[in-house]
């Protein structure tokens, strides 16, 4: 399974773009990076996922290099409530195989 | 997408005694998984519950402790035996169709074990 590291935690103000990077030296072929944010007392929700260049939805973009060694959660002009721990996690769900990094909390300031 | 409901939310329990924690989604779904999260830790995976078949656990986690069962395309439940204060966490139920796609996750038990 491809370990994962992440930064333990950011701080940022409102309306600032924040990247988050996750290391993943030893992502294996079939495995695909997903990013989840977690509010307290709730499950973690999706937020974006991708498997090589750069991917982009209505809340995130996400930038894997061609090496696919570690990935970039960009947040565009974050809010108070994207303050959040945030997970990057890499693996095959097809296989029921992934791991959860350490994941990353963020702190959005006023 | 699918709804993921979850319980009991919480619950308070005595040493040597048992909790089935139940998940029901609102959809079939290929696979689900529960994971336990310590306070202020990260997901650790305890097992991928199969249709019709033994559950797969990872490393660590046993089935005389955490018995699954998965008798349909919908529903699963996991079982806390025999429960000492270690085993207080919360434990999250997820779900996921075929192929790589993202996990569904419920809102948790949150158990604490006197």
């Known amino acids: 399974l491809a370990k994962t590291t992440q930064p333990i935690s950011m701080d940022s103000y409102e309306g600032q773009e924040v990247n988050i990077t996750c290391s993943h030296n030893n992502i294996a072929t079939n495995d695909y990076i997903t990013w989840y944010q977690q509010f307290p007392s709730q499950g973690p929700r999706f937020i974006i996922q991708?498997?090589?260049t750069k991917v982009t939805n209505e809340v995130a973009s996400l930038f894997i290099p061609a090496d696919r060694k570690s990935s970039t959660l960009s947040l565009p002009r974050v809010s108070l409530s994207d303050t959040a721990v945030y997970y990057c996690?890499?693996?095959?769900?097809?296989?029921?195989?992934?791991?959860f990094g350490d994941g990353t909390t963020l702190t959005v300031k006023p | 997408s699918a709804v993921i409901s979850q319980k009991p939310s919480r619950d308070i329990c005595q040493r040597g005694t048992s909790l089935t924690i139940q998940c029901q989604v609102d959809?079939?779904?290929?696979?689900m998984f529960w994971y336990r999260q310590q306070p202020g830790q990260s997901l650790t995976l305890i097992a991928t519950?199969?249709?019709?078949?033994?559950?797969?656990?990872e490393s660590g986690f046993v089935i005389d402790k955490f018995p699954i069962s998965r008798p349909n395309l919908t529903f699963s439940t996991l079982t806390v035996s025999n429960m000492s204060p270690e085993d207080s966490s919360i434990y999250l139920c997820?779900?996921?169709?075929?192929?790589?796609?993202?996990?569904?996750f419920g809102s948790g038990t949150q158990l604490s074990v006197l």
């Open positions: 991708g498997y090589k």
């Open positions: 996690l890499v693996g095959d769900t097809n296989a029921g195989k992934s791991t």
């Open positions: 519950a199969n249709q019709g078949s033994e559950a797969t656990y």
């Open positions: 959809s079939q779904v290929t696979m």
């Open positions: 997820s779900a996921a169709g075929q192929g790589a796609e993202k996990l569904f």
